[in-house]
């Protein structure tokens, strides 16, 4: 019998999942994690990126993340996102168009801060379009 994790993801605004999962990935800081049953208990900053569960029926729900933190002990795995959208809930244009206000962004920023703010508006955007549009990657830098 498959190993079963009791997930929950919450963000800022609510909780997004709360359920059972065979498997857990997240785009931890340090490298992307991999969490099974009797995974070792740890806390864990995480990047923007795709967390992907695999529920106990195989089926796959992905979500696209900015970062925030994961933590497992026991069988537990919790995730505090500092925003978590499923995949199925991404407004695609919206996202693309999100992606064009970052680009202009970048290309006017001026300070070194304005640059940073508009990188990770970037990043965020385009994880949220290839989130959205199924075709999850690798990070693309700007």
């Known amino acids: ?37 009797r995974h070792a208990p740890m806390i864990a900053s995480m990047e923007t990126g795709v967390v992907a569960l695999t529920l106990p029926d195989a089926d796959q ?29 991404i407004d695609v244009e919206r ?17 070194s801060l304005d640059r940073a703010h508009a990188e990770r508006a970037l990043e965020r955007a385009r994880n949220r379009v290839r989130v959205g549009m199924g075709q999850v990657g690798s990070r693309v830098s700007a």
């Open 61 to 89: 729900l992905t979500f696209a993340t900015s970062g925030g933190f994961i933590e497992v002990l026991g069988d537990v795995v919790t995730i505090l996102g500092e925003t978590v959208e499923p995949a199925t809930l």
């Open 1 to 37: 019998m498959v190993g079963i994790l009791r997930v929950s993801i919450v963000s800022p605004y609510g909780s997004v999942f709360r359920g059972e999962a065979q498997r857990v990935s997240a785009p931890g800081a340090e490298g992307g994690l991999e969490i099974r049953r």
């Open 95 to 111: 996202a693309k168009k999100a992606e064009a206000r970052a680009r202009a962004m970048l290309a006017e920023s001026t300070g």
